[in-house]
């Protein structure tokens, strides 16, 4: 009969993995937004992040600042010149400054949108957001303030920069040019809110439902650009026909031009599509709080459909 095995008995080893407990301020609901909005921020521009990350924000921005820089060197060089204030008349202010810069700003909209939203589904960072306490609601108001701090500073900064460079360039003196445009103060971020809610709608509509960063900023672009020209072809090519008056609210990319217009007073607005089919600004505005009801209903749906 074989004897039994002596019982070996090995004493545990405790290793220190260097574990410690969080001590600090919870910050809680609050906390958790704040950080979503700065990490969405950092991520769009390319903070802590690859250089190639960075190339098309920043080029972007570049873009948008040198815009400012042309047309205070233009402004100046026109001062300079002897002549009548036709020519003067031709550059972009305030107002124009959005149309100068609305295709950099379209494609800016475009990769901020889809670089929100779609990295986390598609690398799996949503179940790290929702292991927490966090809920739907507040990881998407996160996203869209983030949205909103990156598109309003790229309308706001140089708009800033341009006021500050047509006073500093005034006749009449720095602090009296500031003093009598202060109705530049509120128009222009009434005007930049329009175009973000409208961006944001699009943009974070587009990122909901495509999985790639890429596909959702052409969706985006095809959607804005797309459904001006349909609403173009409808309202020209069958103009007879009962309806076809509707058809001119397509033109989403048209409805905040026609609303910055009624901000700064511009009532001769026939050139933009809505106009052109008897609807008051008031319409456009109405569609673009329209879409955006329906954008947080359908990325809602969506979200929770993922969670």
Known sequence: MAEPRPEVREEAIIVDRGYRHYEGTRTGRRGAIRAIVREGFRRVIGLRRKAKRKLLPWALIVLALASVVVLVAISWATSQIPVSEGPADLIPRYRGYFDFISVVALLFAAYAGAQLLIPDRTEGVLNVYFSRPLALRDYLLGKALAYAAVILSFWLVPQLLLHLGM???????????????????????????????????????????????????????????????????????????PGTRWASLLATEQHPRYIRDWIFGVHESAEWIPAQAGFGPGVSLAVVVSLAVLSMALVGWRYRRLT
């Open 167 to 241: 006073a500093a360039l005034s006749r009449e003196g720095f602090l009296s040019y500031l003093g009598r445009t202060t109705d530049i103060l509120w128009q222009v971020p009434l005007a930049a809110l329009g175009y973000f809610v409208l961006h944001a709608s699009l943009s974070f509509l587009t990122a909901a439902f495509v999985n790639r960063v890429g596909g959702a900023a052409a969706a985006f672009l095809a959607g804005s650009l797309g459904l001006n020209l349909v609403a173009l072809f409808l309202q020209e090519a069958v103009e007879e026909a």
